[in-house]
């Protein structure tokens, strides 16, 4: 059973939005650091967003910050990120994460994330 399950991508032109959310099931992550990471095509995986257990613990990645916000609902054991002002370069197959470390996460170190989603695309036409 996948623990992550993500919905809310989809296809959007520049500059548009989109919701992506990302629903735990069968355990609880409600004292872990939960987040996004996303692969472009032909690219590696890159870390977007983190959240902890503080809704004011937050991490971004500098081509992300001012335009994505990730939030936390441990009542229903989802996390949120809420893409703004899309751009064609933040087209790729956005992933949930959990259990990870994001400091070393958002300056690409190697970072081992106990759980991953399988998965949701975003596409962003020009």
């Known amino acids: 059973q996948v623990p992550l399950v993500e919905s809310g991508g989809g296809l959007v032109q520049a500059g548009g939005?989109?919701?992506?959310?990302?629903?735990?099931?069968?355990?609880?992550?409600?004292s872990d650091y939960m987040g996004w990471f996303r692969q472009a095509p032909g690219k590696e995986r890159e870390f977007v967003a983190a959240i902890g257990i503080s809704a004011s613990d937050t991490h971004y990645a500098d081509s992300v910050k001012g335009r994505f916000t990730i939030s936390r609902d441990n009542v229903k054991n989802t996390v949120y990120l809420q893409v703004n002002?899309?751009?064609?370069?933040?087209?790729?197959?956005?992933?949930?994460?959990?259990?990870?470390?994001p400091r070393?996460?958002?300056?690409?170190?190697?970072?081992?994330?106990?759980y991953w989603g399988q998965g949701t695309q975003v596409t962003v036409s020009s």
Not at 85 to 101: M, N, Q, W
Request: glycine share 4%; with cysteine.
């Open 85 to 101: 002002s899309l751009k064609p370069e933040d087209t790729a197959v956005y992933y949930c994460a959990a259990r990870f470390d």
């Open 17 to 30: 939005s989109l919701r992506l959310s990302c629903a735990a099931s069968g355990r609880t992550f409600s």
């Open 104 to 114: 070393s996460a958002r300056i690409g170190a190697q970072t081992f994330v106990h």
